[in-house]
């Protein structure tokens, strides 16, 4: 593949005319910083100052795309402007060649080129003076520093300003970009926590409305059926009770409806007796104190969910829930019968686990849940100290 070049820029161009058009004119006036009679002068023809005029001016398309080039072949033409008439056109171009190396260049040439410049001018000054014994010398110095030290210096100043402003302009793009993670990653977790409280809170009582409304159907018995509506009606209220209360929480709370307070383990009675008017043989064994408020509200989700998973795939036979407090945990275990390969009597997404285990994870927890001994458990391990700091 062929290699391309940057192009030079538009104005780049311009300068170089504009130059060399400058420079023509001065010489056709016949005005020049040296005459005849000048001992540097070592070229007499009256068109010779015209070469390194053009040359210089024809490295003013490289000052952006090839500035260490343009400097090399500028510094020569200069040098060789110094044995001719001269033409301060020139001298100006030369200048804006050595403060584009300086601005344009690699990082190692800014740092150089102001340094071997002023090297330059040093030495420019005290050697004329030291060997002529005359301080008028130090004009030489003087000079270099004009053409060559001033514009690197000005190149290398506005380098750093420039370079602080793009350092500027990445670091606010970085915050830009860290606040924008920050907000995806707080729209995330808001949205799975509502996602939780909303399957919590509802899939039991649609889980038993599912059950009755299908038995309802299937038998033949209006007895059976109306106590069958029945609960279907207790679940249908309760459950646009607890969407109601959602609603609460998602409003503002500068808004016309405060949120209404968690669940509590104090509430941990009436879910079981709701679950035993599914049709649940449920008992309670709570043994705990005071529990930090996120860990009251994770495990009252955990046996609501337990129990909804119960209403749905759990065999004949007793369902047992335990809370036990430690020093530092609160210990929540739901058994429920377990008999492979039964059919579940209502459908299910498959998202109760997976927001159990979440909860236990948010609180630093561990939570545990499969067949063990004809048993379908779960279990989960809650921090009472990471509770109390979340």
């Given amino acids: 593949m062929a290699r391309t070049f940057p192009r030079p820029h538009r104005d780049d161009w311009w300068i170089a005319v504009g130059g060399l058009l400058g420079g023509l004119l001065l010489w056709a006036l016949g005005i020049h910083p040296r ?3 000048d001992s540097l002068v070592l070229w007499h023809a009256p068109w010779a100052p015209l070469v390194p005029l053009a040359l210089t001016a024809a490295c003013e398309p490289l000052r952006r ?6 400097l090399l072949i500028g510094t020569l033409m200069l040098a060789l402007d110094t044995v001719t008439l001269g033409s301060v056109v020139t001298v100006v171009l030369y200048t804006d060649l050595m403060y584009a190396a300086v601005l344009y260049g690699t990082p190692a040439s800014a740092r150089r080129i102001p340094w071997i410049a002023g090297m330059l001018t040093v030495l420019g000054g005290v050697v004329p003076a030291g060997l002529w014994h005359d301080p008028q010398g130090l004009l030489i110095g003087l000079g270099i520093g004009v053409v060559a ?10 380098r750093g300003h420039r370079d602080a402003a793009e350092a500027a302009r990445l670091r606010a793009e970085q915050t830009a970009l860290l606040a924008e993670m920050d907000r995806a990653q707080a729209v995330t977790a808001e949205r799975a926590r509502v996602a939780r409280e909303l399957h919590d809170m509802v899939a039991n009582h649609l889980s038993a409305i599912a059950i009755h409304s299908t038995a309802a159907l299937s038998l033949d018995d209006a007895k059976t059926s109306r106590e069958a509506l029945a609960v279907v009606r207790e679940n249908s209220v309760a ?14 709370r500068s808004g016309d409806r405060e949120p209404a307070a968690s669940p509590t383990l104090a509430g941990l009675g009436a879910l079981v007796g709701t679950a035993r008017a599914n049709g649940l043989d449920v008992t309670l064994d709570a043994g705990h104190g005071e529990v930090p408020a996120p860990v009251e509200l994770a495990a009252y989700r955990i046996v609501q969910e337990s129990l909804t998973n119960a209403l749905k795939h759990a065999a004949e036979g007793s369902v047992r829930v335990v809370l036990r407090q430690r020093e530092d945990l609160l210990d929540v275990r739901v058994t429920s019968p377990y008999r492979p390969g039964d059919t579940p009597r209502a459908p299910g997404s498959g998202a109760g686990l997976t927001g159990m285990r979440e909860r236990a994870a948010l609180l630093g927890g561990t939570f545990e849940a499969g067949p063990q001994g004809g048993l379908w458990t779960v ?5 009472l100290t990471e509770g109390d700091s979340a």
Avoid: C, K, N, Q
């Avoid at 795309?65 to 343009?70: D, E, F, N, S």
């Fill in 35 to 37: 005459d005849h009679s």
């Fill in 239 to 252: 459950g646009l009770a607890e969407m109601r209360r959602l609603i609460g929480i998602l409003r503002d």
């Fill in 379 to 383: 279990r989960a391990a809650l921090p």
């Fill in 149 to 158: 030290l001033a514009p690197a210096t000005t190149g290398a100043l506005v």
């Fill in 65 to 70: 795309v090839r500035p260490r080039t343009g």
